[in-house]
């Protein structure tokens, strides 16, 4: 029977809002005892040294790329950069080669998954049927075969009528919908926010406009079917407001954000950087200023990566050529600490908390927690531990960070699943 | 000041006293093509070459003329000719050329940025010919030379831009030029064509042209795309031509002897009627004249001449 040892952590409990001294015991996976002075008996020891000892961080949006696309990313080097940047979970996006939209490809990730035996990854399916945004893909059997939500992420549902059904049909099944929100007519050849920037680089736009519209579409309409509605990667100060506004009406929608909306703006495209092309695209200061507003009144309750790894080819091209993404597995905690904890925009327990029982909560998940009982699935953070972001050492198939040679501060330096050492910094004792 | 800079991909980052040595050396230039034999030796040995993805009789012409003028060896390859119809990527395109020894490669390409990422990547000395809607420096320096020999100046003139400015690569390095000189830009053209926050760049925006008109020393007319009405962004070309076509009434607004001037190709009829196009004030023509000095400048300080010109 073998026993793990976490000694001399702060505890971070989301639920409670609170981080307290204390050791961990964990036996067979599975957290046995919290509390002062605790002994291991034959087990092994890690002394964490007065670090954060968060429940394992949750990433509920990146693309794995598996089954179809082997050549930017594997379910396996994918769970590995998780592991790496402090992940013991995922929620992966179905728009793989086949679409997530069957049994099949469902099984397939999660057996490809096990396999690797690294972390949770929980897929979602596709919305409809080849995410072609027609036919509803048969939710209750998806549910069954283990998906935790259902979205057509990236090619969003253009009809109201189709999203209409769908989610009076996912509502029926039980599973919530991830809503990527633009509208295609508007954000038609777009590559980069539309604005000042865009003018000068003569790039075509995408207006604000675009997500907006989209937002108070499924808001109302998630009103109309009572179906839970996420809404991924919120860009906008508009569609700040418009969520905001929803929840104080009761409207069962949440959201999420990504390290790059709230760090960067479209002036880091200057110079047709490719690596900072993504969708939704990188906006202005006003909109970063709102985002980070809104993680701090609890608007948006999710950091979530879009982790959406490419090769150098694609993206070594003409701007427009390039791919829309980039990897964000490997940067997540290190943006979350350096751009909002540090400067005081959430506290530790409140950032934590939206990489953990947040999204936990939304995907009906049992993890993000750390109480006796429940998977030891851990997340061991150093506040103040800097690197510079350098992308060649990445386990990600994917170099296409934006943060080239940026420096983070309060970085994981141990990921810990089911009570098993899925990453090392190699700055922990154990003994 | 001597010439230091490999590329011209833009005038945006281009400084004032480098657009004033190109519109110098340009003098020098134009003053070759007046000549009975109109060839110097300043390029000989060197290679330039044009590599235009997009279709374009004036300026690849204008460009060849003026490395031959300056007695380089020049070679043109087109989209259709070239590689690129098996699949090589532009960078790859752009090695294969370096290694064949270009000295200067000029390109036209319809992607903002096709120019910054071969500059990027080859040794040889990169002039952006057109990329997207980015920009078109040597338009905007052969219209800004042309301004300066006409005029005398360009502090303090005000050059209204009219047109599709959504599109325009020449409105957009037009705008960083002429307010880099000290001029004062207007543009104007229907509310669908004027690009987001483009008043951040300084300039005035109008849609009304008898407002930008008013006064202007400078008129810029911008050839208009009948695709654009196929996109929904005007509905008819006769419209366009009731609010915004330069007629004679029109024109009569600006100062007297105001430029009238066109990147062409023009639509006769359409954004100018051939009374103002080949009236008085119309520059249209010496406009070419002077893009083959301008671009004679331009090789002859990135293609390293060290022979003198006169």
Same mark, same amino acid.
């Given at each position: 029977?073998?026993?793990?040892?976490?000694? #001399?952590? /702060?505890?971070?409990?989301?639920?409670?809002?609170?981080?307290?001294?204390?050791?961990?015991?964990?036996?067979?996976?599975?957290?046995?005892?919290? #509390?002062?002075?605790?002994?291991?008996?034959?087990?092994?020891?890690?002394?964490?040294?007065?670090?954060?000892?968060?429940?394992?961080?949750?990433?509920?949006?990146?693309?794995?790329?598996?089954?179809?696309?082997?050549?930017?990313?594997?379910?396996?080097?994918?769970?590995?950069?998780?592991?790496?940047?402090? $992940?013991?979970?995922?929620?992966?996006?179905?728009? !793989?080669?086949?679409?997530?939209?069957? /049994?099949?490809?469902?099984?397939?990730?999660?057996? /490809?998954?096990?396999?690797?035996?690294?972390?949770?990854?929980?897929?979602?399916?596709?919305? !409809?049927?080849?995410?072609?945004?027609?036919?509803?893909?048969?939710?209750?059997?998806?549910?069954?075969?283990?998906?935790?939500?259902?979205?057509?992420?990236?090619?969003?549902?253009?009809?109201?009528?189709?999203?209409?059904?769908?989610?009076?049909?996912?509502?029926?099944?039980?599973?919530?919908?991830?809503?990527?929100?633009?509208?295609?007519?508007?954000?038609?050849?777009?590559?980069?926010?539309?604005?000042?920037?865009?003018?000068?680089? #003569?790039?075509?736009?995408?207006?604000?406009?675009?997500?907006?519209?989209?937002?108070?579409?499924?808001?109302?309409?998630?009103?109309?079917?009572?179906?839970?509605?996420?809404?991924?990667?919120?860009?906008?100060?508009?569609?700040?407001?418009?969520?905001?506004?929803?929840?104080?009406?009761?409207?069962?929608? !949440?959201?999420?954000?990504?390290?790059?909306?709230?760090?960067?703006?479209?002036?880091?495209?200057?110079?047709?950087?490719?690596?900072?092309?993504?969708?939704?695209?990188?906006?202005?200061?006003?909109?970063?200023?709102?985002?980070?507003?809104?993680?701090?009144?609890?608007?948006?309750?999710?950091?979530?990566?879009?982790?959406?790894?490419?090769?150098?080819?694609?993206?070594?091209?003409? $701007?427009?050529?390039?791919?829309?993404?980039?990897?964000?597995?490997?940067?997540?905690? #290190?943006?979350?600490?350096?751009?909002?904890?540090?400067?005081?925009?959430?506290?530790?327990?409140?950032?934590?908390?939206?990489?953990?029982?947040?999204?936990?909560?939304?995907?009906?998940?049992?993890?993000?927690?750390?109480?006796?009982?429940?998977?030891?699935?851990?997340?061991?953070?150093?506040?103040?531990?800097?690197?510079?972001?350098?992308?060649? !050492?990445?386990?990600?198939?994917?170099?296409?960070?934006?943060?080239?040679?940026?420096?983070?501060?309060?970085?994981?330096?141990?990921?810990?699943?089911?009570?098993?050492?899925?990453?090392? /910094?190699?700055?922990?004792?154990?003994? | 000041?001597?010439?230091?800079?490999?590329?011209?991909?833009?005038?945006?980052?281009?400084?004032?006293?480098?657009?004033?040595?190109?519109?110098?050396? =340009?003098?020098?230039?134009?003053?070759?093509?007046?000549?009975?034999?109109?060839?110097?030796? =300043?390029?000989?040995?060197?290679?330039?070459?044009?590599?235009?993805?997009?279709?374009?009789?004036?300026?690849?012409?204008?460009?060849?003329?003026?490395?031959?003028?300056?007695?380089?060896?020049?070679?043109?390859?087109?989209?259709?000719?070239?590689? %690129?119809?098996?699949?090589?990527?532009?960078?790859? @395109?752009?090695?294969?050329?370096?290694?064949?020894?270009?000295?200067?490669?000029?390109?036209?390409?319809?992607?903002?940025?096709?120019?910054?990422?071969? =500059?990027?990547? *080859?040794?040889?000395?990169?002039?952006?010919?057109?990329?997207?809607?980015?920009?078109?420096? @040597?338009?905007?320096?052969?219209?800004?030379?042309?301004?300066?020999?006409?005029?005398?100046?360009?502090?303090?003139?005000?050059?209204?831009?009219?047109?599709?400015?959504?599109?325009?690569?020449?409105?957009?390095?037009?705008?960083?030029?002429?307010?880099?000189?000290?001029?004062?830009?207007?543009?104007?053209?229907?509310?669908?064509?004027?690009?987001?926050? *483009?008043?951040?760049?300084?300039?005035?925006?109008? @849609?009304?042209?008898?407002?930008?008109?008013?006064?202007?020393?400078?008129?810029?007319?911008?050839?208009?795309?009948?695709?654009?009405?196929?996109?929904?962004?005007?509905?008819?070309?006769?419209?366009?031509?009731?609010?915004?076509?330069?007629?004679?009434?029109?024109?009569?607004?600006?100062?007297?002897?105001?430029?009238?001037?066109?990147?062409?190709?023009?639509?006769?009829?359409?954004? *100018?009627?051939?009374?103002? =196009?080949?009236?008085?004030?119309?520059?249209?023509?010496?406009?070419?004249?002077?893009? %083959?000095?301008?671009?004679?400048?331009?090789?002859?300080?990135?293609?390293?001449?060290?022979?003198?010109?006169?």
């Amino acid at each position: 029977m073998h026993k793990l040892l976490l000694k #001399g952590g /702060r505890v971070v409990d989301p639920a409670a809002g609170e981080i307290f001294p204390a050791d961990i015991l964990i036996v067979k996976g599975k957290i046995a005892a919290i #509390g002062q002075d605790l002994e291991a008996g034959e087990g092994t020891v890690i002394d964490v040294g007065g670090r954060l000892v968060s429940p394992g961080l949750i990433d509920m949006h990146v693309h794995f790329r598996e089954p179809g696309f082997e050549a930017k990313e594997t379910i396996a080097t994918g769970s590995r950069a998780a592991a790496r940047g402090g $992940f013991t979970a995922v929620a992966c996006m179905p728009n !793989t080669d086949p679409v997530a939209d069957n /049994r099949a490809v469902i099984s397939y990730i999660r057996s /490809r998954a096990a396999q690797t035996g690294l972390i949770k990854v929980y897929p979602v399916a596709a919305l !409809t049927r080849g995410s072609r945004g027609e036919e509803l893909t048969e939710m209750a059997d998806l549910k069954e075969a283990g998906a935790v939500a259902f979205s057509d992420d990236g090619l969003p549902v253009s009809s109201a009528a189709v999203m209409r059904r769908a989610m009076q049909y996912a509502r029926m099944v039980g599973l919530p919908v991830i809503s990527h929100c633009e509208e295609p007519t508007l954000s038609a050849g777009g590559v980069m926010h539309e604005g000042y920037m865009s003018t000068v680089l #003569g790039l075509p736009g995408i207006p604000a406009a675009a997500e907006e519209i989209m937002v108070a579409r499924d808001i109302i309409l998630s009103e109309h079917t009572g179906c839970p509605l996420h809404i991924a990667h919120v860009s906008t100060a508009g569609s700040v407001r418009l969520i905001r506004e929803a929840k104080a009406r009761g409207v069962p929608v !949440t959201a999420e954000v990504t390290p790059h909306h709230f760090t960067l703006t479209d002036r880091a495209v200057a110079g047709y950087n490719t690596s900072a092309k993504v969708n939704p695209p990188l906006r202005t200061e006003e909109d970063v200023a709102a985002l980070k507003e809104a993680l701090a009144d609890g608007t948006i309750d999710v950091i979530a990566t879009d982790h959406a790894p490419h090769t150098v080819e694609e993206k070594d091209v003409e $701007f427009q050529l390039a791919p829309f993404g980039m990897v964000g597995l490997e940067t997540a905690v #290190g943006l979350v600490w350096t751009e909002l904890v540090i400067p005081g925009v959430l506290s530790p327990v409140e950032a934590i908390r939206k990489l953990t029982i947040n999204p936990a909560r939304i995907l009906g998940l049992q993890d993000g927690v750390i109480r006796v009982g429940a998977d030891a699935d851990i997340t061991i953070i150093d506040p103040g531990l800097t690197e510079v972001v350098d992308p060649s !050492t990445f386990a990600s198939k994917g170099r296409n960070s934006p943060f080239s040679g940026k420096k983070l501060q309060g970085l994981p330096v141990a990921t810990i699943v089911r009570g098993r050492l899925v990453y090392d /910094r190699g700055l922990l004792a154990v003994t | 000041m001597t010439w230091k800079r490999k590329d011209v991909l833009g005038l945006q980052n281009l400084s004032v006293e480098e657009i004033e040595i190109i519109l110098d050396t =340009a003098v020098s230039m134009k003053e070759v093509l007046g000549r009975t034999i109109k060839k110097v030796p =300043a390029l000989r040995g060197r290679t330039v070459v044009t590599l235009f993805y997009e279709p374009s009789t004036r300026t690849r012409t204008s460009f060849e003329l003026a490395a031959k003028y300056l007695s380089a060896d020049s070679v043109n390859l087109s989209a259709s000719t070239s590689s %690129v119809v098996k699949g090589e990527t532009l960078k790859d @395109t752009a090695r294969t050329l370096a290694a064949m020894g270009a000295d200067v490669v000029v390109l036209r390409h319809p992607m903002a940025g096709a120019p910054n990422l071969l =500059a990027e990547t *080859i040794p040889a000395a990169v002039i952006n010919a057109g990329d997207g809607t980015h920009e078109h420096p @040597t338009q905007a320096l052969l219209d800004m030379f042309t301004v300066r020999e006409k005029l005398g100046k360009l502090a303090g003139l005000n050059v209204a831009i009219i047109g599709d400015i959504l599109h325009s690569r020449v409105a957009r390095s037009n705008i960083w030029g002429f307010t880099k000189m000290g001029a004062r830009v207007r543009i104007c053209g229907p509310a669908t064509m004027i690009p987001a926050s *483009i008043e951040t760049m300084g300039v005035e925006v109008y @849609t009304r042209v008898e407002e930008a008109l008013e006064g202007a020393d400078v008129v810029m007319m911008l050839r208009i795309q009948l695709e654009r009405q196929q996109q929904g962004l005007f509905p008819s070309l006769q419209e366009y031509t009731r609010l915004f076509g330069l007629n004679r009434q029109r024109l009569a607004l600006a100062r007297p002897g105001a430029l009238v001037m066109h990147p062409g190709p023009i639509n006769r009829g359409v954004e *100018i009627l051939p009374e103002v =196009a080949d009236g008085v004030n119309s520059v249209i023509t010496e406009q070419v004249t002077n893009g %083959v000095a301008v671009r004679m400048a331009l090789l002859y300080l990135l293609g390293g001449g060290g022979i003198p010109v006169a």
